[in-house]
């Protein structure tokens, strides 16, 4: 299936064209007939004679009703653009192109009717060269007269070609359903339409609404009964989970999309008398003002606030309030210019979007006898950072000024993503994660790479009794959202143990290396006699000095307060060895020469490191052989 909107002035008959083409009535509302003005989306199809099936989304031409023809266009491929030939090239034909330019449509065809009332080569002219001014070029026109029949078949042969020469959707894509109907059916619940632009719908699927998940019931596509549905495609979708949701709201791929309020984009001008031309040749686009005082809001008017960049000779083009219509929501949004094109939009409601998404903003307010489309913005970033100094509005727009819808561009801006997180932003990952499923921007990991030896470095200067630095506290002290983020970086020399970062084997700081030099003479003649705590202490050797040089291996640790030379525990188990089996605590203490104190958590350890083994309640046996 293909799906096509029409576009054009009011009373230029679209609906005409659609009905003479389909033989359905797309104007659904009693009044739209009885006034004979469309007022809502109308919705026919037909199948071309290639055998392809084509719907077409036909929209109200009068400008109260501009909002419903850009929900209309929003999801549409291509446009069948009507002009009527006995009244040329008129308002709202002027003002549909330039929407069709601020959203990005560029395939469609030119339509002239009412040929069998007027010439029609005038009108052709001078719609040709509005379209090719914004970029439709050598497009395919038609003369035809709806209410005589003269060349509608040629019409639909040219259908034919248009839909040919379309880009293929993506069955894979994540879904985005713009809804631009929602009613409920008794027996069945709620129901939702919309244009389906690319992925996959089907019957069991759970999808979202902006209040929740929800539960594909059923599915239609042009009254028929289908179990899924692929994109480019108009659908009616019976779901279960949730309400009527309003139209403008999408129906989404759970964790697909970035749902965001507020966003950076890059404005394109539009239309040789839209706003954002004028205001470009004025120069409020070029980047001028002064350095360091960009995105500043100022008072506006009274009743009308407007965006000021610093620097202009007066007010900007564009108000401080705007429409923003993507698909077919529309949701008021304040702007801040930036600098140069770049301007950020905060939306009265978070929207699901993709980087590279465009938006189109309008001024409702703004006088009927001009064009409202002011421009069209392209989604730079869904997760801007806040500014806050002086400057930073104009140092971000420079940053944004080369930004592409990419991953490579993403990553510049927000240094570390997750695989899902770029997904859900419409990027695909590129190259390997740096660790799970991370992602970073290559000169950021190198930076961090550089940084992590330094860090090491001076915690190790300002923690010298300390084994390494913990991979918390480096994690912390690089801004790293992940612990797994440091084993990463870690490169040789150093490595990771125990949770913490080291570097080559450990030193001891020289005082501490002095007190156990001290305390190593003294049990050099009695080898387990272990000092008590005051005599450490005399030594400078507290309990974080003892840890650092129990983790060195400096002295060994038997139990609390109790610490020997290394090896002591070996030598004991020998001298025990030569005992008469089983021996005592008390044989075992006259052995080692010892007290009490350090006989017993002595052998605890010995028993520990499988060196002694108890035989009963008061007796031990060594586990090593005598010496003879």
């Known amino acids: ?48 004679p290639s055998g392809e099936r084509l719907a077409f989304v036909d929209v109200p031409g009068h400008e109260r009703f501009l909002g419903t023809m850009l929900a209309g266009v929003g999801s549409a491929p291509a446009v069948m653009f009507v002009v009527a030939a006995d009244e040329g090239w008129m308002p709202q034909s002027e003002e549909h192109l330039v929407a069709l330019e601020a959203l990005g449509v560029r395939h469609g065809l030119l339509v002239v009717t009412r040929a069998d009332l007027a010439d029609p080569a005038p009108a052709i002219g001078r719609a040709r060269a509005r379209m090719a001014a914004i ?50 059916v008794r027996g069945s619940g709620t129901v939702v339409t919309g244009t389906l632009p690319e992925g996959t719908v089907a ?5 979202a609404l902006p209040g929740g998940p929800v539960r594909v019931r059923g599915l239609e596509s042009l009254k028929e009964p289908l179990t899924s549905v692929t994109g480019v495609a108009r659908v009616a979708v019976n779901l279960r989970g949730q309400g009527v949701p309003e139209r403008g709201r999408a129906l989404v791929t759970p964790g697909a999309w970035t749902f965001t309020d507020l966003v950076d984009v890059r404005l394109t001008p539009v239309g040789a008398t839209g706003v954002v031309a004028a205001a470009g040749a004025a120069g409020q686009f070029d980047g001028a003002g002064a350095a360091g005082t960009a995105g500043a809001d100022v008072p506006g008017r ?65 006088d009927r006898a001009e064009v409202r489309v002011l421009a069209g913005a392209s989604v730079l970033d869904l997760r801007p950072p806040e500014l806050r100094r002086r400057g930073a509005a104009r140092e971000r727009a420079g940053r944004l000024a080369a930004a592409r819808p990419d991953a490579t561009s993403l990553l510049r801006a927000h240094p570390l993503l997750r695989a899902g997180e770029l997904s859900a932003m419409g990027c695909v990952p590129e190259g390997e994660p740096v660790c799970g499923d ?10 961090l790479e550089e940084r992590l030896p330094q860090v090491v470095r001076r915690y190790a200067a300002e923690h010298p009794l300390e084994p390494g630095m913990p991979a918390e506290a480096a994690r912390h002290e690089l801004g790293l959202p992940d612990r797994r983020l440091v084993a990463a970086l870690v490169r040789r020399p150093l490595a990771v143990a125990d949770g913490r970062i080291v570097s080559g084997p450990p030193a001891l700081p020289a005082p501490v290396a002095r007190a156990l030099e001290r305390l190593g003479a003294e049990l050099a003649a009695h080898p387990f006699r272990a000092p008590e705590a005051g005599r450490l202490a005399e030594l400078g050797l507290g309990p974080r000095e003892l840890a ?62 499988g060196l002694t083994e108890r035989v009963d309640g008061v007796h031990r046996r060594c586990r090593v052989p005598s010496p003879g």
């Open 1 to 48: 299936m293909h799906v096509v909107a029409t576009a054009g002035h009011v009373d230029h008959g679209k609906s005409t064209l659609v009905r003479a083409l389909t033989g359905m009535e797309p104007d659904r509302l009693a009044e739209e007939r009885r006034r004979g003005l469309t007022i809502e989306l109308g919705y026919a199809w037909t199948t071309l």
């Open 135 to 184: 970029g439709l070029g050598e497009v395919e026109t038609l003369a035809v007269s709806g209410r005589t029949g003269q060349g509608l078949d040629g019409l639909r042969e040219a259908l034919d070609r248009l839909v040919a020469a379309l880009p293929v959707p993506d069955p894979k894509a994540p879904v985005r359903l713009w809804v631009d109907r929602a009613f409920s």
């Open 203 to 207: 019957v069991g699927d759970e999808l």
């Open 302 to 366: 009274e009743g009308a606030a407007w965006a000021r960049v610093p620097g202009d000779p007066g007010e900007s083009g564009l108000p401080r309030r705007l429409t923003a219509h993507i698909g077919s929501a529309a949701v008021v949004c304040e702007v801040r210019p930036l600098g140069g094109r770049i301007v950020r939009l905060r939306l009265a409601r978070p929207l699901p979007l993709h980087l590279g998404d465009v938006l189109l903003l309008r001024d409702p307010g703004r």
């Open 438 to 447: 991370w992602y970073a921007d290559p000169a950021y990991w190198s930076g």
């Open 548 to 609: 650092a040089a129990v983790r060195t291996g400096a002295l060994l640790r038997v139990a609390d307060g109790i610490v020997l030379l290394p090896g002591a525990d070996v030598r004991a188990a020998a001298s025990l060895a030569r005992l008469p089996q089983p021996f005592t605590v008390s044989q075992a203490r006259q052995a080692l020469d010892t007290s009490r104190r350090v006989a017993v958590p002595l052998l605890e350890h010995l028993d520990h490191r």
